[in-house]
């Protein structure tokens, strides 16, 4: 059987959200999927796998109703293994910001950047920064050339780091992330912080890989599900760029290190997991 890996989101009003709740667990589990879906007043947010013809038809059904049908629905090759359960659940916000209701991106955030664009601005050698707004964990294993990364243990902690990437206020900022869901929420809140010209990665890492693979993305994608790490590029592209954080050897192997409250990912290669007790495989939970 063939597998595929869906993730999606869409910022758009959602006036009861329980209610929608329970309709996609009961369409997802009807359809065999597995994985997440959050639900909040401000839109959803999801990752599921499932048969690649469940997918599919969960797309189809999707764009009958009108708030998602403009949705970006990212598909990636699956294992079957990628969640262990079903998750559908109702939350404040699609992905967690503490960044207030003043920040919406329905109403304000940066212009939208295709892959296309920043592939040329890459090639034509234009003036702009990168900023990854994903996790810290996340950017060691695979990034855009040149780009920076505030210091982000978790996407909540944009407030207190904006400050990091303030003398970039009159540069041209284009934030990156997975598949764009923080991105648009952290373009805007830039924006509200005096930030001139803000741009934002359409469809996100997820969409620039999938047409320039091997290109001015490095290193492999993090990705919140059983695979942790995605390939970019071919085979004979594939280029490493995280290392080890214990003998400095290149890898993409994470592992979750329970010496720290709350445990936290780091890139470890299978050589020193063997040997650290307080490190075990990386795995991804619901």
Not at 239 to 268: H, K, N
Request: include cysteine; charge should be negative.
């Amino acid at each position: 059987m063939n597998y595929t890996i869906l993730l999606f989101y869409i910022y758009t009003l959602i006036e009861e959200p329980e209610v929608l709740r329970d309709a996609q667990r009961e369409l997802a589990l009807s359809l065999g999927l597995k994985g997440r879906l959050i639900i909040a007043p401000e839109g959803i947010n999801g990752t599921f796998e499932g048969a690649s013809e469940a997918v599919q038809e969960y797309i189809e059904t999707m764009r009958e109703d009108a708030r998602f049908a403009d949705v970006d629905f990212k598909t990636s090759e699956g294992t079957g293994t990628a969640f262990p359960k079903l998750s559908v659940k109702v939350r404040s916000e699609i992905v967690a910001s503490r960044l207030g209701e003043e920040v919406d991106p329905s109403v304000e955030t940066g212009s939208f950047l295709e892959p296309d664009e920043l592939h040329s601005w890459y090639e034509e050698g234009r003036e702009f920064q990168v900023v990854d707004m994903r996790n810290d964990y996340e950017f060691v294993s695979g990034h855009f050339e040149g780009a920076i990364e505030p210091g982000l243990r978790n996407f909540r902690d944009l407030n207190e780091k904006v400050d990091q990437v303030g003398h970039l206020k009159e540069t041209p900022v284009v934030t990156v992330c997975t598949g764009g869901v923080r991105c648009e929420k952290a373009s805007a809140f830039l924006k509200k912080k005096g930030f001139k010209n803000v741009y934002q990665l359409k469809g996100g890492i997820h969409r620039y890989v999938e047409k320039y693979p091997g290109e001015h993305f490095k290193g492999g994608l993090y990705v919140f599900d059983g695979r942790v790490v995605m390939d970019t590029a071919p085979q004979d592209k594939k280029e490493i760029i995280g290392t080890c954080m214990f003998c400095d050897s290149q890898t993409e192997e994470y592992a979750d290190d329970d010496s720290v409250v709350p445990s936290r990912q780091v890139l470890c290669c299978k050589e020193c997991l063997g040997s650290q007790l307080h490190l075990r495989p990386a795995k991804r939970t619901l």
